[in-house]
Every structure is written in C-alpha cells, then in structure tokens.
C-alpha cells in the first residue's frame, strides 16, 4: 500500500529554469509533508515542509505548494543550479500516532544541466 | 557537534550469517528510527526507538530482525540468518523529541552473497 507516490522517477532541467517535482497521496490524515534531498552514498537530508493547514511555504529558491482536496503536492526551485542534482523525495507524517514514522515516496532523480 | 553516526558504512555477509548495524543519534538525542532502502524504491519505515524502549516496530519483519537501544551506546538492528533480500541500504535517523524533525546517517550498505 503505497500511500505516498512519486510517479516520475527522473527530471531533467537547464540551469536556471524552474524544476518542478511531484507527489501524491492517499491517505488524507497525514499532518505534515516533507521534501528530502539525497546524494549518492548519503542519507537523505531535510529541505522544506508544509504544515496541512497550509497551502504554500516558501524558504529561498525552494518553495512547496499542497493541494489538499487533489492530495498533491509539488516542490519547486527557482532557479535550478547543478549541485540541485539528487534524488529528492517526499514524506508525510501524522503527528498523533505513537510511532512518528515517515512515510516516504519512491524518489526522483533531480538532473541539472549547465 | 557530530551528525547521526552509522557503522560500518558497508557490511557484506554471506546468506545465513548474522549482521549488526550500529547507530550513534546525534548529541542529546533519545529517538531513533530504523529505515530500510530497498534498490529503486523509497526509503521504508522499520522501527523507533526510545532509550531502552521499542515504541513502534510494526515495520519490521516479525522474524530474524531485532533492535535495540540500550541506556548507554548505540542503537543497534540486528538481522539473523540473513538471505539475498536482506541487501539494501539501512537508515537511521534521530530526534530531540517526537514529533520533532528526523536527522539521518549516512546509512549502512548491506550486501548479503
């Protein structure tokens, strides 16, 4: 049961034009969604999140939209630079359940090309 | 002020053998959640971890995986009789509080032959 999906396994973009990467869900009690990014032989680390009382939130280059009646979410940076290469993925987190686990999508492959 | 520490960063065993992974949280961190990386997939929830207490393991297969986080030392995820589906990349990740955000280590590449 993959409640959080990631449908596009891989972006590429041009330097300094907009990346724009996608997620889904499906369970609708999640509290908070999160953005990680990844490099290869690296654990993921923390980029942005969005409270569900929230539709947008914005830090720098980042910003991440939720839409909450389509369960999408979408993260985007402006403008893209060649060390935004990663694999980035989304989470999802309910705030009240005892094991405050995350719940992560399959990842997309972030390329940017000078 | 040193991240999450994960040890060793690579392990290789053969099937049937047993593998220890070690997780040091970041200072002043009490919870510690276990992940696992399968290959082209995201990362999967296993277990969290408060000083000597399992909160939730419900993503951990019921048999040959165990982990622990003693009072003192690392969190440790041991794997029994380990088989071919075993080998992925484990994550551990810790928090000052629940809730709070998740910090993670470079992760440990198991390889079982």
């Known amino acids: 049961d993959q409640q959080v999906k990631q449908n596009s396994p891989s972006l590429s973009v041009q330097e300094g034009r907009i990346s724009i990467l996608n997620c889904d869900y499906t369970?609708?009690?999640?509290?908070?969604f999160l953005w990680y990014k990844k490099y290869p032989a690296e654990g993921p680390t923390f980029l942005i999140s969005i409270s569900s009382i929230k539709d947008k939130n914005e830090d720098g280059r980042f910003t991440v939209f939720l839409n909450k009646s389509a369960k999408h979410l979408s993260l985007h940076i402006v403008p893209s630079q060649p060390g935004d290469s990663a694999v980035y993925f989304c989470?999802?987190?309910?705030?009240?359940?005892?094991?405050?686990?995350?719940?992560f999508g399959e990842g997309t492959q972030l390329t940017v090309n000078p | 002020n040193a991240g999450v520490m994960q040890n060793p960063r690579h392990l290789v065993r053969r099937r049937g053998q047993e593998a220890r992974l070690r997780c040091s949280p970041m200072?002043?961190?009490?919870?510690v959640y276990w992940y696992r990386q399968l290959p082209e997939e995201g990362l999967k929830f296993m277990v969290y971890l408060q000083k000597e207490n399992i909160i939730d393991e419900s993503g951990m297969p019921k048999e040959r995986f165990s982990a622990e986080f003693p009072k003192e030392g690392p969190s440790i995820l041991r794997i029994q009789q380990v088989v071919r589906g075993d080998s992925a990349a484990y994550f551990c990740?810790?928090?000052?509080?629940?809730?709070?955000?998740?910090?993670f280590g470079p992760g440990t590449r198991l390889t079982v032959l």
């Open positions: 200072k002043g961190h009490s919870h």
């Open positions: 990740a810790s928090s000052l509080r629940r809730g709070n955000e998740q910090f």
């Open positions: 369970n609708s009690m999640f509290d908070y």
């Open positions: 989470a999802a987190w309910r705030l009240e359940t005892s094991g405050s686990r995350l719940t």
